[in-house]
């Protein structure tokens, strides 16, 4: 069974950046499509990044030149490196597979504001 551990969450100002890190127990990173998902208070979780197993990438427009997923086949690990953040992106941040068939980890929280 795959286990996901996001990291790097934290409070940043609006305009600020963080990186998130997803380390997956299998070697799943690099044979797989990967995505970050966010669920904001009240709301679905969706998904906002993906990279595919040859490394295409694409995002929801609302992140879409500001947030880039990227990743580490030797450390089984993807990143989203997020920048010029918004209020509104403020959310538990996730990873998984596209689709999403492994369980969700704890996930990490992501919140902007002044």
């Known amino acids: 069974q795959v286990q996901l551990v996001e990291s790097g969450g934290g409070l940043v100002e609006p305009g600020g950046s963080l990186r998130l890190s997803c380390a997956a127990s299998g070697s799943i990173v690099g044979s797989t499509a990967m995505g970050w998902y966010r669920q904001a208070p009240g709301k679905q979780r969706e998904l906002v990044a993906t990279?595919?197993?040859?490394?295409?990438?694409n995002y929801v427009a609302p992140v879409k030149g500001r947030f880039i997923i990227f990743r580490d086949n030797a450390k089984n690990t993807v990143y989203l490196q997020m920048n010029s953040l918004k209020p509104e992106d403020t959310a538990v941040y996730y990873c998984?597979?596209?689709?999403?068939?492994?369980?969700w980890g704890q996930g990490t929280q992501v919140t902007v504001s002044s």
């Open positions: 998984n597979a596209v689709p999403s068939i492994h369980s």
């Open positions: 990279i595919t197993s040859g490394g295409v990438t």
